[in-house]
């Protein structure tokens, strides 16, 4: 004898078992959010420690000065790739919050540690792309030096990703669809998933198309998210620092300084100095805020103004600016960049005199360096051979 299904123990039966599926399919969201996340604070990390030794280098460290555009590459990288895991870091803490209030807490002491990772991973990433945003728009409304917090941010970071990202894969692969398991009348959650996720990529996507043409001129018309555009500026190139914020102006009394180590002190007038053999480079200005533009720049080879000095070939040279203060009034340049052919002593930009705001008199311009160490303004160069 048949008996006639229960209306409300059908009803439950069904909730329980979408629910189930629900649960799955956040699971499996969640996880491939986190390997999505671990691929891109992978490059950020690299990337970052490429930035911070090529300006803060540690004694071993001697930097190439070729390729030319290497730096202009990794640095877009990692602030445009910054840029972009932001919708992918929202969306991955508005998939898993619910954890959050999970009931009871704590279900063992592997999961005690995985909670425990959790919060230097997401307050420090949060962190991370916080600062970073506000650092690309020249707004600093915290106390502490950026460069330096977001240096050792990063490793906390990073270390926390590496367990965080080894358990999510587990379940990635431990993981399959609901309608695997839900028999002939199930139907599949797998395109409510992949719409998600296909949302989330396109919002990564337009992030990225709206910005990466701050490094990648050709669409540089389209960066209506980056905080400096190519061919906008004095003498059409962006400027981060002025010389009114500087303290500099206009010195008809200038001469470049040449000391330290070397056989021959040089005092050299702008006239002196355009007197020298002019030579003209293709160059990339590329901004740790993650803009570059080319630009062609002319004026006296750093190697020339050396040699005359009689210098050392293994020396370095400290570049002093006019700029009173600043923690980048000076920069070190080592061998590999001074003795290339492409590192000038400008003193014009574009076919034109440099504008005040640009250097003028005279400014460092070297191939694959930051732009804060291709000092402006430029005074003395100190050689040294220790």
């Known amino acids: 004898m048949l008996r006639r299904p229960d209306p409300a123990r059908l009803i439950t039966a069904i909730g329980r078992s979408a629910a189930r599926e629900r649960d799955e399919r956040d699971e499996r969201t969640a996880a491939w959010l986190g390997v999505w996340l671990g691929v891109s604070f992978t490059v950020a990390f690299v990337t970052g420690l490429i930035s911070h030794f090529m300006q803060h280098p540690p004694g071993w460290a001697v930097w190439p000065s070729r390729p030319v555009g290497l730096y202009r590459l990794t640095q877009g990288a990692h602030v445009i790739g910054g840029l972009v895991t932001i919708p992918l870091l929202l969306a991955k803490l508005w998939t898993v919050y619910p954890k959050l209030w999970q009931w009871p807490p704590v279900r063992s002491a592997g999961h005690a540690l995985e909670r425990a990772l959790v919060l230097p991973l997401v307050g420090g990433a949060l962190f991370q792309l916080v600062t970073g945003l506000f650092n690309i728009a020249y707004f600093y409304p915290f106390p502490f030096f950026f460069t330096a917090a977001h240096y050792w941010t990063a490793y906390i970071v990073f270390g926390a990703l590496i367990v965080h990202v080894a358990n999510e894969w587990a379940k990635v692969r431990g993981l399959r669809p609901a309608a695997s398991r839900g028999g002939p009348g199930a139907r599949p959650v797998g395109p409510s998933r992949r719409g998600f996720l296909a949302t989330v990529a396109g919002a990564c996507g337009l992030v990225g198309l709206t910005t990466v043409g701050e490094t990648f001129t050709p669409l540089g018309g389209l960066a209506l998210l980056a905080p400096r555009r190519p061919g906008v500026g004095p003498q059409r190139l962006p400027v981060n620092k002025t010389a009114a914020a500087a303290g500099v102006t206009r010195n008809q009394a200038w001469r470049l300084v040449v000391t330290g180590d070397v056989a021959r002190e040089l005092s050299l007038s702008l006239t002196e100095l355009r007197a020298m053999p002019r030579h003209a480079v293709r160059l990339p200005i590329t901004c740790v805020e993650g803009w570059s533009a080319e630009a062609t720049w002319a004026g006296v080879r750093l190697r020339d103004v050396l040699h005359a ?78």
Not at 311 to 331: H, P
Not at 370 to 381: E, F
Request: charged share 25%; proline share 8%.
């Open 309 to 386: 000095a009689g210098v050392d070939a293994g020396a370095r040279v400290r570049v002093e600016s006019l700029e009173a203060g600043g923690r980048y009034r000076v920069s070190e340049v080592d061998p590999p960049h001074w003795h290339d052919e492409l590192t000038l002593l400008a003193l014009e930009l574009n076919g034109e005199p440099l504008s005040l705001d640009h250097g003028y008199p005279c400014r460092l311009i070297a191939p694959d360096r930051p732009g804060v160490l291709q000092t402006k303004w430029i005074a003395r160069l100190v050689v040294h051979t220790s």
